[in-house]
């Protein structure tokens, strides 16, 4: 009926699919999409706005006209919160986008995540 090499190839496939589901382009509407607490669609385009756009570099009126507003700042950091998971008054699981600033211009740009292991 159906060969290994056939076999793998579906599979293969299919996994590629599965894959993409999690993945989508950066769009700086769809980046802002929200309720001001959670936003859907930053998580699956946190990594093609980290491999295609330039962050590094950017000042900060550049990032916010890309990103527009962060949920915290400060003089060091801009903070836009990718995924959180609450459960009854603490979170339990947090993932961040995390611009480190100088002289208001981006030095560092990483995704932050913390699970709360007291489940």
Not at 66 to 83: A, C, F, G, K, W
Request: aromatic share 10%.
């Amino acid at each position: 009926m159906f060969n290994k090499k056939t076999i793998a190839l579906l599979s293969l496939i299919i996994l590629s699919f599965v894959a993409c589901k999690n993945h989508s382009k950066f769009d700086r509407d769809d980046w802002n999409d929200g309720d001001g607490l959670t936003f859907a669609y930053r998580p699956k385009m946190v990594d093609d706005l980290l491999e295609n756009y330039k962050l590094k570099g950017l000042k900060y009126q550049q990032v916010v006209h890309l990103l527009h507003r962060p949920q915290q700042s400060n003089p060091t950091q801009m903070i836009y919160e990718l995924d959180e998971i609450l459960k009854p008054g603490t979170p339990h699981y947090v993932k961040q986008l995390i611009l480190t600033m100088k002289d208001s211009v981006v030095v560092d740009a990483k995704v932050y995540e913390h699970t709360d292991k007291k489940i």
